[in-house]
C-alpha cells in the first residue's frame, strides 16, 4: 500500500499548519512500513524542511502534481524518465512557470484589479494571506512550475477568470486559499505514474490511498484505489465521480486524517 496525502487542510490544519492530530496514524502507518507521499500545492523548498518535520522519508508530490521527488533509496533502479536533482531522482510532468506568468500579465486588464499572485506580492502580503511565518512564506514563494494567485474580486467573477485561463490554455486548480495556473498536471497523474514505477520495479500490484480536503484534490482520489476525503472547517469536501471505497471524515483535518487511517488500518486491506 501507498498512502498519498495533501498537506493544507487535509494533514495540516487549514489555520495553525499543526499534524498533531494525526500523530498516532502517522506512528502506526510508520511501524507498518507503509510510505506517506505528501501530495501537495506546496513547493520543493517548503517540502525539503517539511517532510523531516513530519519525519516522512520517502518520496513527495510538489505543485500540485508538477514533480515528483524521489529519495535515492527508495527504488533500486533509476526511475524511468526521472533527473538526478539535489539528491533526488525529479521527473517533472510539465515546464518552468514563465508562460503562466505572462498570460496573467496578459488578462490582467480584462480582471482589472480583481486579483494579485505570488511574484507580484511582498513577503509580507504573503504571510498575511496564508499565515505562514517569515522562513516558510519564503520558501513557499520559491515556485518553480505554477502561479498562486489570490483571488480579490467578486466572488461571482471567480469562475470567468477559472474560464479565461483554461481557455488560454491553463490548467487552474483551486486549492484552499489560491487558484494555482500551470500547464497539464494534476495530483491524480502524479499518483498514478508513482504507483506504475513503484509495481514495474518491484513487480506487484500496489493499492493506493489518497486524501485530501480540496478540490486540487479530486484527481487524486479519483485516480486512488481508496478514496478519503477529509473534512474541512470553510468549505465541503470535494465532489467525486467515483462512489467506490470513497471515505469522508468526520472530524476536520489532521484530526479527520488520524480518524479514518485508524479505522482503515483495522480493517483487512
Ligand atoms: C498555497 O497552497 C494552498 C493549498 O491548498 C492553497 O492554495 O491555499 C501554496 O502557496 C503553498 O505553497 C503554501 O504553503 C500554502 C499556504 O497556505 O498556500
Ligand atoms: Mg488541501
Ligand atoms: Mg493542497
Not at 48 to 64: A, C, D, Q, S, W
Not at 207 to 233: C, F, K, T, Y
Amino acid at each position: 500500500t501507498l498512502v498519498f496525502t495533501d498537506m493544507d487542510g487535509t494533514l495540516l490544519d487549514h489555520n495553525t499548519y499543526s499534524y498533531e492530530p494525526a500523530r498516532p496514524a502517522l506512528e502506526a502507518l510508520a511501524q507498518q512500513q507503509i510510505p506517506v507521499i505528501p501530495t501537495t500545492s506546496k513547493t520543493y523548498a517548503e517540502m525539503l524542511v517539511l517532510r523531516k518535520t513530519i519525519g516522512l522519508n520517502g518520496p513527495f508530490i510538489v505543485e500540485n502534481g508538477a514533480a515528483v521527488f524521489i529519495p535515492h533509496n527508495f527504488f533500486d533502479q533509476k526511475p524511468a524518465g526521472t533527473v538526478w536533482q539535489d539528491g533526488f531522482w525529479c521527473k517533472s510532468f510539465i515546464s518552468s512557470k514563465q508562460h503562466w506568468l505572462q498570460l496573467l500579465e496578459q488578462i490582467k486588464a480584462e480582471f482589472d484589479q480583481q486579483f494579485t499572485h505570488f511574484s507580484a506580492m511582498s513577503l509580507k502580503q504573503i504571510q498575511h494571506a496564508t499565515g505562514l511565518n517569515e522562513d516558510d512564506a519564503r520558501r513557499a514563494a520559491r515556485r518553480q512550475y505554477g502561479e498562486p494567485v489570490l483571488w480579490q474580486g467578486e466572488a461571482s467573477a471567480k469562475q470567468a477568470f477559472i474560464e479565461a485561463i483554461s481557455a488560454r490554455g491553463g490548467y487552474p486548480l483551486e486549492g484552499g486559499r489560491f487558484i494555482h495556473i500551470s500547464g497539464d498536471c494534476d495530483k491524480g497523474q502524479a499518483l498514478q505514474w508513482l504507483c506504475n514505477e513503484y509495481q514495474r520495479q518491484h513487480n506487484v500490484r500496489t493499492q493506493s490511498v489518497a486524501l485530501g480536503d480540496g478540490n486540487n484534490d479530486i484527481a487524486m482520489l479519483e485516480a486512488a484505489d481508496i478514496a478519503i476525503r477529509i473534512h474541512s472547517p470553510n468549505h465541503e469536501p470535494p465532489e467525486l465521480q467515483k462512489q467506490q471505497q470513497v471515505y469522508t471524515s468526520t472530524q476536520h483535518g489532521p484530526a479527520g486524517w488520524n480518524e479514518t487511517l485508524t479505522t482503515l488500518l483495522s480493517l483487512p486491506i
